[in-house]
């Protein structure tokens, strides 16, 4: 009886419990990994067990959740292991991780190998998300998308130079790195990143040293500056920031979500400090103004009470919405997932794990951040941000916003913008420096007049020791960009060459690769082995190498008017007189309208009985023949006393007249024949200006004694010795030229030492000094008895040289291109001209070129001429038809034909019969009047052409 009660009262016990159960089902444990340095660590550990507490309370189906929180250390990976196998063992069925990318990639091959879903609130490392981690999901916005974000922000504000400034986490390496590539991708050369600079973050920030790093961003005169960092380190970096003035005016701040997430990092024990205001910030966007948003704040600010609306960060928000996640996920499944406890060291697998997985990842969840819905890789499908500026007391507030979807929107266009940058000012920044307020300069210099040299009295290195071209330019600069410099001389006083043996420069080129200074700031000239390891700026002068050379008396040159032209071409002209002076005698006895054909053909074609009647007219009317229409016969012309007007040996002397500007009695009366004198004069002149100006120059030349106009011909004679500064750039010049003469001239050059002993050189005479042509000019001002040979051989430029990717090029080429616009740099020349004003300007005297004009230089002349007689030609045919449309026909000769035919058959008898007589008394008298004897018939004598003077 006794056992009956016991087994009653044992089944009784049984069935309560097995009620009790079924009322109170067993919680799903959800596993929790918050590391001990997480800024949110307190508020953390309190919305947590809020957040599991929110869900039981709404539960509809019986599913319930148990927060199992672990805390590691995130320096220690023993401690983050040891966490996570904790939860493992507690039979976790998921697991938020409020932490940063540094360690979710470890959590998630842990956990991801026994196929527990592990849900990142914070990460953003999109790399961390790798095949073998299928089990991970980033409830964060992944990097790209901030960098995104930030490119538009920059575009926006026309900022295209940045310096980058990050942890050397993965967090701050990862965010670096995809800038990077955004920055190729999308903007190329448009974008200029100044510097990129790590810091180690290793140790509390509280201990840390960040100066050295931001001497870095100092220099690189960046005004736009990207903090990519965890919050625990912006306080710091921002600090030390400001007290080297990289937070004044003109600065522009963003920084990313890792430190607006959690503002209050920032603070000092609550104190927000004034130079954080005007900072820009990348946030991750919440819809704050949302209806679940504000009701989950009112409920949990009321339930905390040590929880502020501050305390509220993204990061812990979307910790919040994890856990809704996982339980909405587990209410889904009706609570049949099954439970499974497994152990790290174990190679069991959590066999609901996958399906899990896959009902969390197709979820479309509307949390308290927003809508939230994921790829099949577990990354968020959309991203979003918030823009906003920090304004006191101690906020940010929103100024635009970003989404993956339609980009940037900023609530005001950048010229009237509501954001306040740093300085208190509203106006954006340019973005770019314009001085070098605080900068202190090392300038490389040495002594080179007039571009830089020492006062005579002054013994320091002080700059106001200083004085010449270079340092009054320097000045200038210091006035405009407000920077403090000193002069750093080279201890061997070159400027730099590169040693074949030992690989290194020497000079000023090399202290400044060493570090010794900033930048060379002297007559330094551009070439090409110097820009393989410096770069220079813009050119603040043009130069070239030049020969100077003193002048001597020469030897007499009785004949010396006669030099400048060859003998080939004294021939030529001289070929050329005696054939324009034939060629116009033709014309005259050619052409109808000469005086010689207007005459002969008279005297061939008149009829006595007509010419007598001609005649007697004319007496009677007291008019010319010639003023008669349709004249038949011009015989009375033949009476003129001008028979001889254009003889061969009047037009020699016509034509030699023209050569010393003087005419003659006798013209050309035909248009041919004038056609060819004016042909011919202006030939004369340009012959007479070109012998006028090389005898010039010949004069001159015979006057300085000097026989070589270039380079070359130093290698063809021995009368003169030539030499260079050793080491100096006109030698590498010349010996890297392509023609192999200056590579001779080179190797034949005598190497000095400086340039007081190169003039030296040059006034003992009978010496060839090859130098920079500013230099020369500067040595030989008011030194007129030197002269330059030829002009110079290679130009080139001079500038200052900067170490490669400097930070000061474009200020530097900003104010050298003013100053050159201005005409800064001619007027500094002059004022160090030091040429007495009684002396006049000797810098100019130049031999040029002592060549004699030869053939090929004057065929055009030559060519011109032939042109004159081709043309004269043409006139001439067309005088003749013209002169026969004119002639009256008779009987055998009515066409034109037959009268042209006449005309020349008439010429050819001329030619043939009496060109070469003298025979002409038949017709004339002693008194030089024609007798005209005409038989009664009317008929005129016998015509004999050697009867008329040759003309």
């Known amino acids: 009886m006794l056992w009956l009660l016991v087994l009653l009262r044992s089944t009784t016990l049984i069935s309560a419990e097995v009620t009790s159960l079924s009322q109170n089902p067993v919680p799903y444990p959800v596993g929790f990994l918050v590391g001990n340095r997480n800024t949110h660590k307190q508020t953390l550990d309190r919305v947590i067990p809020y957040a599991v507490e929110a869900f039981n309370n709404k539960s509809s189906n019986g599913v319930k959740l148990e927060a199992v929180i672990r805390h590691y250390d995130e320096f220690s990976l023993h401690s983050l292991v040891e966490a996570s196998c904790s939860l493992v063992t507690n039979g976790a069925v998921a697991v938020i991780s409020p932490d940063g990318s540094y360690n979710i990639g470890t959590q998630a091959d842990i956990l ?81 990143i100044r510097s990129i600079t790590f810091f180690n973050a290793v140790g509390h920030p509280d201990t840390m040293g960040f100066k050295n790093t931001l001497k870095n961003v100092k220099r690189s ?56 205001e005007g900072l820009i910030g990348i946030y991750p966007h919440i819809e704050t103004k949302s209806h679940p948003y504000k009701l989950f704040k009112d409920k949990i600010l009321s339930a905390e009470r040590n929880l502020t609306a501050v305390s509220l960060a993204p990061h812990v928000v979307l910790t919040y919405d994890a856990v809704q996640i996982i339980g909405a996920g587990l209410e889904e499944s009706g609570g049949n997932v099954t439970r ?47 823009i906003v500026n920090f304004v006191n007391p101690g906020l940010f507030v929103d100024v635009g916003q970003w989404n993956s979807e339609k980009g940037l929107e900023m609530y005001n266009d950048a010229d009237s913008s509501s954001v306040q940058f740093l300085g208190g000012v509203t106006q954006h920044p340019v973005g770019v420096a314009t001085e070098l307020q605080g900068i202190h300069l090392k300038l490389g210099a040495t002594e080179n007049r007039p571009f830089a040299y020492k006062s005579e009295n002054c013994t320091s290195n002080d700059i106001s020791c200083w004085k010449g071209i270079t340092p009054d330019i320097v000045a200038e600069f210091s006035r405009e960009m407000n920077f403090t410099y000193e002069f750093v001389e080279p201890s061997d006083g070159e400027y730099g060459y590169l040693n ?123 008019i010319k023949l010639r003023d008669h229409r349709n004249v038949e016969c011009m015989i009375e012309l033949a009476a003129d006393e001008r028979r001889d007007e254009m003889s061969f040996y009047n037009a020699l002397f016509l034509n030699a007249a023209g050569f010393v500007g003087h005419g003659a009695e006798s013209m050309p009366k035909s248009p041919s024949g004038r056609l060819i004198l004016l042909t011919w004069w202006f030939f004369v002149l340009l012959i007479i200006c070109m012998y006028t100006a090389t005898l010039t120059a010949f004069i001159t030349l015979d006057r300085i004694g000097i026989t070589i106009d270039n380079a070359k011909q130093l290698l063809q004679q021995q009368k003169y010795s030539w030499g260079m500064l050793n080491h100096s750039f006109v030698e590498a010049l010349l010996r890297n030229n392509i023609d192999p003469d200056y590579k001779k001239i080179v190797d034949g050059a005598v190497k000095l030492a400086n340039m007081s002993e190169s003039i030296d050189r040059v006034k003992q005479g009978s010496f060839v000094l090859f130098d920079e042509t500013p230099l020369i000019s500067y040595e030989l001002m008011g030194e007129c008895d030197m002269f330059y040979i030829g002009g110079e051989i290679q130009t080139f430029d001079y500038a200052f040289g900067l170490p490669k990717s400097s930070p000061y090029v474009a200020l530097f080429n900003t104010q050298i291109i003013k100053l050159r616009e201005q005409g800064y740099f001619d007027e500094l020349w002059k004022k160090y001209d030091r040429t007495p004003d009684d002396l006049g300007d000797c810098d100019s005297h130049t031999t040029g070129s002592s060549t004699a004009l030869n053939l090929l230089t004057l065929k055009g002349l030559f060519y011109f001429l032939c042109f004159g007689i081709v043309s004269s030609m043409i006139v001439f045919f067309f005088e003749l038809i013209y002169a026969t449309s004119k002639d009256p026909p008779d009987e055998k000769h009515r066409t034109f034909w037959a009268k042209f035919g006449r005309r020349v058959k008439l010429k050819i ?37 050697g009867n008329l003077t040759v003309l």
Request: aromatic residues 12%; charged residues 20%; glycine residues 8%.
């Open 340 to 386: 499974q406890h497994l152990k790290c060291s174990s190679t069991d697998k959590w066999n609901s794990g996958e399906e899990f997985l896959l009902s969390l990842l197709e979820r479309n969840y509307e949390g308290v951040t927003g809508n939230m819905t994921f790829r099949p890789d577990g990354l968020r499908k959309k991203a979003a941000y918030k």
């Open 909 to 945: 008898e001329d030619v043939r019969t009496e060109w070469f007589s003298q025979s002409y008394n038949q017709l004339y008298n002693v008194d030089g009047e024609m007798e005209v004897k005409c038989e009664e018939n009317g008929t005129p004598p016998t015509y004999n052409p």
């Open 112 to 192: 991801g190998e026994l196929k527990i879903p592990l849900i990142s609130a914070v990460a953003t490392d999109p790399h961390i998300k790798r095949a073998s981690r299928k089990s991970l999901m980033l409830m964060s916005p992944g990097d790209e998308y901030q960098s995104n974000a930030i490119l538009d922000l920059l575009n926006f504000y026309h900022w295209h130079e940045v310096s980058l400034v990050a942890s050397d986490t993965n967090y701050g390496i990862n965010g670096v790195n995809f800038f990077q590539q955004l920055l190729t991708l999308k903007s190329g050369a448009e974008f200029v």
């Open 500 to 622: 074949p043996e030992t690989d290194k420069w020497n000079g000023m080129i090399g202290d400044m690769l060493q570090g010794k200074t900033d930048m060379i700031t002297m007559d330094l000239s551009v070439s090409f082995e110097r820009k393989t390891h410096i770069d220079f700026s813009v050119a603040f002068m043009d130069s070239g190498i030049s020969l100077v050379i003193k002048g001597e008396s020469s030897k007499s040159n009785s004949f010396f008017f006669l030099s400048p032209f060859e003998v080939m071409v004294w021939l030529m002209i001289l070929a050329g007189f005696m054939a324009m002076s034939l060629i116009q005698n033709l014309f005259n006895k050619l052409s109808p309208y000469g005086e010689y054909g207007q005459r002969v053909h008279a005297m061939q074609t008149c009829k006595c009985g007509r010419c007598a009647n001609r005649r007697r007219v004319k007496v009677e009317q007291n």
């Open 221 to 276: 005169l960046s005004r736009v500056i990207i903090l990519n960092c965890e919050g625990r380190y912006g306080r710091q970096v921002l600090e030390q920031a400001n007290e080297l003035g990289l937070l004044d005016e003109g600065h522009v701040w963003i920084v990313t979500d890792g430190i607006t997430s959690s503002p209050q990092s920032l603070s000092f024990d609550g104190y927000f400090p004034s130079y954080y």
